[in-house]
């Protein structure tokens, strides 16, 4: 059974399971991609329907016209409050003061347009606790967590790869302080120690003398 790519870059160490338990764990992750993947055309499709709801009810409560003027003085209003906060001078300014300024400039102007100001409001609301909620739920079974250190044994009655350790590969050897190429280990630096053990030693002129 070929390697699934996913399974491979994320557990390396499944090349050295025996081929049962290797091509049962690509099973899983396959049906797991598929699961993921399913859930997140259906939340797509979900949230684009839930936004195209929500410019339908918005027109029908402002208007085509009105709402092409809120939109406008949106846009002004968030440049006015980007440029009120450049420095210097916005640097000490109250941003949740001049929010509230831009808040009740945009209420007056709904108001000036017929517009009842807190239906508005209830609008934005519900379609932002829809969305939110709709981002957030959860793929699955969702249960609590467990500090692995404090619930060890609850840890190992998970998964049978729990109870033993898995095979990681070949550790690196220890790291040798008193090693004089110690910094060789690291692939960027092997070069310059290569070169620096091929230089040959000199010694300035006031040394020799």
Aim: glycine residues 6%; hydrophobic residues 30%; proline residues 8%.
């Amino acid at each position: 059974m070929p390697h699934c790519p996913q399974t491979t870059r994320s557990l390396p160490f499944l090349d050295e399971f025996p081929d049962g338990d290797r091509q049962s764990a690509e099973k899983a992750f396959e049906r797991y991609e598929k699961r993921r993947r399913k859930r997140a055309e259906t939340v797509d499709k979900a949230a684009s329907d839930a936004a195209e709801d929500f410019r339908r009810r918005l027109r029908d409560l402002v208007g085509a016209g009105n709402l092409a003027e809120l939109h406008r003085q949106r846009r002004h209003e968030r440049q006015a409050l980007r440029e009120l906060l450049q420095p210097p001078g916005g640097l000490d300014r109250d941003l949740a003061k001049d929010r509230k300024a831009s808040r009740r400039r945009i209420d007056a102007l709904v108001r000036k347009l017929g517009i009842d100001p807190k239906r508005l409001q209830k609008l934005h609301d519900e379609f932002r606790q829809s969305f939110d909620e709709l981002l957030t739920s959860g793929d699955g079974k969702v249960v609590p967590g467990y500090h692995l250190a404090g619930n060890l044994d609850r840890w190992k009655r998970l998964s049978p790869l729990h109870a033993l350790p898995l095979p990681w590969g070949v550790l690196p050897p220890p790291d040798d302080p008193t090693d004089p190429h110690r910094s060789c280990s690291d692939r960027r630096s092997s070069a310059s120690c290569s070169a620096s053990r091929r230089r040959p030693a000199t010694i300035s002129a006031s040394t020799a003398n």
